[in-house]
């Protein structure tokens, strides 16, 4: 090797503690951050995958707190933090009231509800208007059932329309809500002998070819 060779290389590795020794705390402070934002984010993501597990045991126990009709079941539920587990538990103590004879107090327990998920908060509008059309205030129901389009909320509707009188509001209502269901639905013999009763004609289904 060429002695120009040696001193290139010394006069190289020079500049490289040179600049270690001017960026070496700046660069092991860096891996440093780097690495607690690495462990910080792993313990985070831990921690709420625990409130996640957490949270989904202590629905379970309010869930089979309802279904073993045990007097804590109100206050397991009043225990869950905010949100969908809540509005769920929520309303399956309002079906295990009605259920029970006890409607006044599962419409109370559903008027509790206030719910930020608009699917959530349209079948708390519908079991309190089902419930008010039941005791025969079909005229409260009717305001809750008009404020949605759904099969269900279009069926409430028609039923607080005939319960008023009003055949013809109802038959459309019947009649609007037919199309939306799906063929082999369930609800849609039911709604089909519905709309017959106040004179309508169920859509007979397309032939295929």
Partial sequence: MAIDDLLDEHEQ?????????RNGAGLIGGVALGLAAIFGWKWWD??????RMDAANAYQAAIDAVDASDAKAAD???ALPPGSYA???????AKSQVLAGQRDAALATLRGISSSDPAIAEIVNLRIARLLLDAGKADEALKLAGQGDSPAALELRGDAELALGQRERARDAYAKALPKLDVGSPRRGLLELKLTEVGGTPPQPEAKS
């Fill in 46 to 51: 831990g921690q709420r995958a625990n409130q």
């Fill in 13 to 21: 590795s020079e500049r490289v503690r040179e600049w270690l020794r």
């Fill in 87 to 93: 509005d769920l538990a929520t309303l399956a103590l």
């Fill in 76 to 78: 397991k539920i009043k």
